[in-house]
């Protein structure tokens, strides 16, 4: 098959590759239609993750048609359109079965926190993702769903993290009727929060970015105000100044670890692999945040060990509250917000490149080139 490979930073290729293959009984085949290129991925492109091997495969937001399942699956069979969550899980252990499925024991041999996520570093368990014509989906009675029928699949691609993730980080705010929530960053999963807040009673919704383009998204797809923290001496002191100096109710960090940092953030990041990125983006949420608020965050971290305020978070009687999103979880509420009109997430998407450019297809994206926000993969498979 065709898939894109890693060759390490920014270096990334598509080339022939073996066609996965059933390695365990409860395993599905499934040929993706559609695959995308999330934030998150740019972390694994920018050589920002550890143990980023090459010639893994990325993409972690894939659908797709079943082509071949193995003996012990029943809940799927060749043929069937189905979305398949990024978090691998096993549905059975301590963690799944409280609805943990990011945090699945029994998927990751290589860490204690988060469980598998596919084409995400050996640090997520090492499995190849949708970035290519097939992939393999393990404990396929499980993660994936079938398509609703009057879902269209450029819906369904974006449920598998982005929109997903954005509601989940609106949902662990604990937004309350009236509450200012704030989100720092304008990217998929920026405006996806933005946009679920109002869905659960927001009085006041603000994002900050510093590209103008995916702001004046934020204004007209999650109707948000808007501010370009470039324009600003100290965005935070802008934060306490329009929210009467006081601070939002709720802030969500839906950036990570490529906000924009010190230099030797970067060193001991990009260069030495010794952390996940900088802290910048948590530190405004922290300190724009008013006291006794709560900050989620959503935007994916590596290990660090710089400088996050987490005496001034203690200090000022926050709640912080974060975790990759159990994708699943989240989708009997967004079908219906979809179903019903409130949510159409394909609204913003931007580029459909064909998975032979995928390069080019991350330098776009990664350069934040020709108004990109969101840009989808289309496999030759498909």
């Given at each position: 098959m065709r898939a894109m490979v890693y060759r390490?930073?920014?270096r990334v290729r598509v080339q022939e590759k073996d066609r996965p293959v059933i390695e365990h009984p409860n395993d599905a085949i499934v040929r993706v239609t559609r695959a995308a290129i999330c934030?998150?991925?740019?972390?694994?492109?920018h050589g920002m993750m550890p143990d980023t091997r090459v010639g893994q495969t990325f993409g972690h937001e894939f659908v797709g048609v079943v082509d071949e399942v193995g003996p012990s699956v029943r809940n799927l069979k060749p043929g069937d359109r189905v979305m398949v969550p990024f978090n691998v899980y096993c549905g059975s252990c301590f963690f799944c079965a409280r609805g943990l499925y990011s945090n699945c024991h029994n998927v990751n041999p290589n860490a204690t926190a988060v469980g598998g996520i596919y084409g995400y570093s050996h640090t997520c368990g090492g499995y190849d993702g949708g970035q290519a014509e097939y992939v393999r989906v393990p404990f396929a009675d499980v993660g994936p769903s079938l398509i609703p029928e009057w879902m269209d699949e450029e819906d369904a691609v974006l449920l598998t993290d982005a929109l997903a993730t954005g509601y989940f980080g609106a949902q662990l705010g604990d937004i309350v009727e009236g509450d200012v929530v704030a989100v720092f960053g304008a990217g998929p999963v920026g405006l996806y929060a933005?946009?679920?807040?109002?869905?659960?009673?927001?009085?006041?919704?603000?994002?900050?970015?510093?590209?103008d383009y995916r702001l004046e998204k934020a204004a007209s797809f999650a109707h948000a105000e808007t501010f370009n923290f470039a324009e600003y001496d100290d965005i935070v002191v802008q934060m306490k100044k329009t929210t009467d100096h006081l601070g939002a109710d709720?802030?969500?960090?839906?950036v990570g670890a490529e906000a924009d940092g010190n230099f030797l953030q970067h060193v001991t990041a990009t260069k030495l692999k010794l952390q996940g990125g900088s802290p910048i983006a948590l530190n405004w949420a922290i300190d724009s945040v008013r006291k006794g608020g709560t900050v989620s965050v959503m935007g994916a971290y590596g290990p660090m060990f710089s400088a996050v305020k987490f005496g001034d978070a203690m200090n000022k009687g926050l709640t912080l509250r974060m975790?990759?999103?159990?994708?699943?979880?989240?989708?009997?509420?967004?079908?219906?917000?979809?179903r019903n009109g409130y949510l159409k997430p394909s609204d913003i998407v931007t580029h459909r490149i064909p998975l032979e450019h995928i390069a080019e297809a991350y330098h776009i994206f990664s350069a934040k080139l020709d108004g990109c926000i969101k840009p989808l993969i289309v496999p030759t498979a498909a």
């Open positions: 390490g930073p920014y934030g998150s991925d740019l972390h694994l492109y933005a946009k679920s807040a109002w869905l659960m009673g927001a009085g006041r919704v603000i994002v900050i970015d510093h590209l709720v802030v969500i960090d839906a975790n990759q999103c159990p994708v699943k979880r989240q989708w009997p509420r967004l079908f219906e917000h979809i």
